[in-house]
């Protein structure tokens, strides 16, 4: 396949057509092939896939692709896999390797069916493999939210009909605005860089004092500590003794409603109210079990933050305008589109981009993890 100078290079959208012999051209960016209209005679890693129900994947985890929570993953790299994996209607297998070197090697033996990495274009070269931007050119969304340009899908093959129907997707969602969404929720700039600083001092001091309690509950909820953790810093800067001006109290900031429900007697106790909020958390998350990782996490912090009800609402409406209203990512443009019309929704974009946020610095940070 190393037949031109272009091959294994980042190729743009007529470049990559154009220097490939595509037996399946899908190339329009609102069209994704549908397997029945593949010629499957020939054995494709497209045929493989939808015949195994199976996408495989391998990408290095960092800021543009993938951070690993407890038993699921998210990031932005890793929700474009997920969503092309559900237009196949095939599974995905995620795998995460400890470099590009290592990530395109599996790519080379047929191990994974492509590759999310960053890796140069001279390692690309190396192994007479194909790339084309994770992006489609989208280049701009992903630099102003401080993700890396060079984010690649990396393939064994550029005429095998999985890299063309892949493409076509990633210029469908560059088009649907997909990209740019998901840019603006991982955004690397949702904190602003002089503010780390005092984040990591608030909490190098404070959660030697609560550490405990998160393990505890989150083991008691089978939900990731650092998550509550990082919930209790937005909630509060973990400081028990916080009032809102409408009453709201705590570490976790427990309404006196919600704390009487989960039995919690005291929202200045630092424990009852980290055993309150653990639980009420957990409540949120069950309500939207449907819902599949990551995205049920970003639903029920928008819960925990203006309540179900008001979850529910919006639901609806998406619903209304013919959208998915259990994909996060719709939610989220909702509420992102409508934060002039509504505080509430600007409180809500607000809290779980900076959860998110202080999750990630959380889990990986060794310093606050030894604690």
Known sequence: ????????????????????????????????IP???????KTTQYSRVIHDNKLTVVSVTGTSTVFKNADFQHGFGYDLVRNYAQSLNVKLEFKTVSDNAAALKMVSQ????????????????????????????????LQKNGLNTDLNWVFKKADDPLASTASGFICQSKQNGAIEQL?????????????????QRDLK???????????????????????????GYQESY???????????????????????AMGVSNRSDPVQSIQGGAKYYDQM????QYIPYPDRNWYALVAYNMGPNAVDNVQKRLKAQGKNPNQWINLYDYLNRNQSKNARFKQAVHYVTRIRAYLEHIKTSPKLVEI
């Not at 037949?3 to 012999?21: A, E, I, K, V």
């Not at 960053?118 to 489609?136: G, K, M, V």
């Not at 998160?214 to 650092?226: E, G, L, S, T, V």
């Open 1 to 32: 396949m190393h037949s031109s100078s272009t091959t294994g290079t980042r190729l743009g959208l007529n470049s990559f057509f154009h220097s490939r012999p595509f037996k399946i051209i899908v190339l329009t960016s609102a069209l994704i």
């Open 35 to 41: 397997f029945h209209s593949i010629n499957a005679s």
């Open 110 to 141: 047929g191990k994974a069916n492509f590759a999310m990495t960053t890796a140069s274009l001279q390692q690309i070269e190396a192994r007479h493999l194909s790339a084309f931007s994770a992006t489609c050119g989208d280049f701009n969304s």
């Open 183 to 199: 840019a603006s929720f991982y955004s690397r700039n949702t904190v602003k860089p002089e503010e780390w600083n005092t984040i």
């Open 205 to 231: 001091s404070r959660m030697p004092l609560y550490k405990a309690s998160f393990k505890q509950n989150a083991q008691r909820y089978d939900i990731d500590w650092h998550l509550l953790a990082a919930i």
């Open 238 to 260: 973990l400081k028990p003794n916080s009032v809102s001006p409408t009453g709201v109290r705590g570490l976790m900031m427990l309404t006196n409603n919600t704390a009487q």
């Open 285 to 288: 998350l069950s309500k939207y």
